[in-house]
Nanobody, 116 residues
Protein backbone atom coordinates (compact mmCIF):
# COMPACT_ATOMS: atom_id res chain seq x y z
CA UNK A 1 0.00 0.00 0.00
CA UNK A 2 1.03 3.61 -0.47
CA UNK A 3 3.07 4.94 2.43
CA UNK A 4 4.64 8.33 3.01
CA UNK A 5 6.97 8.89 5.95
CA UNK A 6 8.14 12.38 6.85
CA UNK A 7 11.08 13.34 9.03
CA UNK A 8 13.40 16.26 9.66
CA UNK A 9 11.18 18.54 11.67
CA UNK A 10 12.28 20.16 14.89
CA UNK A 11 12.57 23.37 16.86
CA UNK A 12 14.67 26.24 15.54
CA UNK A 13 15.06 29.93 16.14
CA UNK A 14 13.86 32.53 13.68
CA UNK A 15 16.24 32.73 10.72
CA UNK A 16 17.27 29.11 11.02
CA UNK A 17 16.99 26.27 8.54
CA UNK A 18 15.54 22.78 8.40
CA UNK A 19 15.32 20.13 5.71
CA UNK A 20 12.25 17.96 5.65
CA UNK A 21 12.35 14.52 4.09
CA UNK A 22 9.52 12.32 2.83
CA UNK A 23 10.16 8.73 1.77
CA UNK A 24 7.52 7.11 -0.39
CA UNK A 25 6.76 3.43 -0.93
CA UNK A 26 4.04 1.25 -2.41
CA UNK A 27 3.76 3.21 -5.63
CA UNK A 28 5.89 4.25 -8.59
CA UNK A 29 7.36 7.32 -6.91
CA UNK A 30 8.90 8.79 -10.04
CA UNK A 31 5.62 8.77 -11.94
CA UNK A 32 3.74 11.24 -9.75
CA UNK A 33 3.87 14.86 -8.76
CA UNK A 34 4.32 15.43 -5.05
CA UNK A 35 3.29 18.15 -2.63
CA UNK A 36 4.18 19.56 0.76
CA UNK A 37 1.35 20.91 2.92
CA UNK A 38 1.31 22.38 6.39
CA UNK A 39 -1.35 22.74 9.04
CA UNK A 40 -1.76 24.60 12.31
CA UNK A 41 -4.39 23.71 14.93
CA UNK A 42 -7.85 24.82 13.94
CA UNK A 43 -6.89 25.63 10.38
CA UNK A 44 -7.09 23.85 7.05
CA UNK A 45 -4.05 22.36 5.43
CA UNK A 46 -2.17 24.87 3.30
CA UNK A 47 -0.32 23.92 0.13
CA UNK A 48 3.29 24.96 0.57
CA UNK A 49 5.12 23.55 -2.45
CA UNK A 50 4.58 21.24 -5.41
CA UNK A 51 6.92 19.45 -7.79
CA UNK A 52 6.13 17.45 -10.90
CA UNK A 53 7.44 13.96 -11.56
CA UNK A 54 10.52 15.17 -13.47
CA UNK A 55 11.33 18.22 -11.31
CA UNK A 56 10.66 20.53 -14.27
CA UNK A 57 7.70 22.34 -12.71
CA UNK A 58 7.89 23.76 -9.21
CA UNK A 59 5.29 25.84 -7.43
CA UNK A 60 5.32 27.62 -4.07
CA UNK A 61 2.94 29.44 -1.81
CA UNK A 62 3.63 33.16 -1.87
CA UNK A 63 4.47 33.06 1.82
CA UNK A 64 7.48 30.77 1.27
CA UNK A 65 8.79 31.88 -2.13
CA UNK A 66 12.50 32.63 -2.02
CA UNK A 67 12.93 30.79 1.30
CA UNK A 68 11.81 27.21 0.66
CA UNK A 69 13.01 24.84 -2.05
CA UNK A 70 11.29 21.61 -3.01
CA UNK A 71 13.26 18.82 -4.69
CA UNK A 72 13.12 15.08 -5.20
CA UNK A 73 15.33 12.08 -5.83
CA UNK A 74 13.28 9.52 -7.73
CA UNK A 75 15.99 6.87 -7.43
CA UNK A 76 15.63 7.10 -3.65
CA UNK A 77 11.85 7.64 -3.71
CA UNK A 78 12.46 10.70 -1.57
CA UNK A 79 10.96 14.19 -1.51
CA UNK A 80 12.70 17.11 0.20
CA UNK A 81 11.77 20.55 1.45
CA UNK A 82 14.68 22.81 2.27
CA UNK A 83 13.45 25.61 4.50
CA UNK A 84 15.66 28.63 5.07
CA UNK A 85 15.13 31.95 6.82
CA UNK A 86 12.42 30.37 8.92
CA UNK A 87 9.88 32.62 10.62
CA UNK A 88 7.60 32.00 13.62
CA UNK A 89 4.64 31.93 11.21
CA UNK A 90 6.16 28.85 9.55
CA UNK A 91 5.39 26.91 12.73
CA UNK A 92 3.10 24.04 11.70
CA UNK A 93 2.91 20.33 11.12
CA UNK A 94 4.22 19.56 7.63
CA UNK A 95 2.84 16.75 5.50
CA UNK A 96 3.85 15.27 2.18
CA UNK A 97 1.10 14.29 -0.20
CA UNK A 98 0.58 12.35 -3.39
CA UNK A 99 -2.49 11.58 -5.47
CA UNK A 100 -2.37 8.09 -6.93
CA UNK A 101 -5.24 6.92 -9.15
CA UNK A 102 -7.58 9.62 -7.79
CA UNK A 103 -6.82 8.77 -4.14
CA UNK A 104 -5.01 11.24 -1.89
CA UNK A 105 -2.35 9.88 0.44
CA UNK A 106 -0.73 11.63 3.39
CA UNK A 107 2.11 10.93 5.74
CA UNK A 108 1.87 11.30 9.49
CA UNK A 109 3.52 14.70 9.36
CA UNK A 110 6.52 16.24 11.04
CA UNK A 111 6.34 19.19 13.42
CA UNK A 112 8.25 22.39 12.74
CA UNK A 113 8.43 24.98 15.50
CA UNK A 114 10.13 28.34 14.96
CA UNK A 115 10.72 30.58 17.96
CA UNK A 116 11.32 34.31 17.78
Amino acid sequence: QVQLVESGGGSVQSGGSLRLICVGSGFTFGAYGMNWYRQTPGNERELVASIDWYSMWLNYADSVKGRFTVSRDNAKATLYLQMNSLKPEDTARYYCNVKVKETEYWGQGTQVTVSS
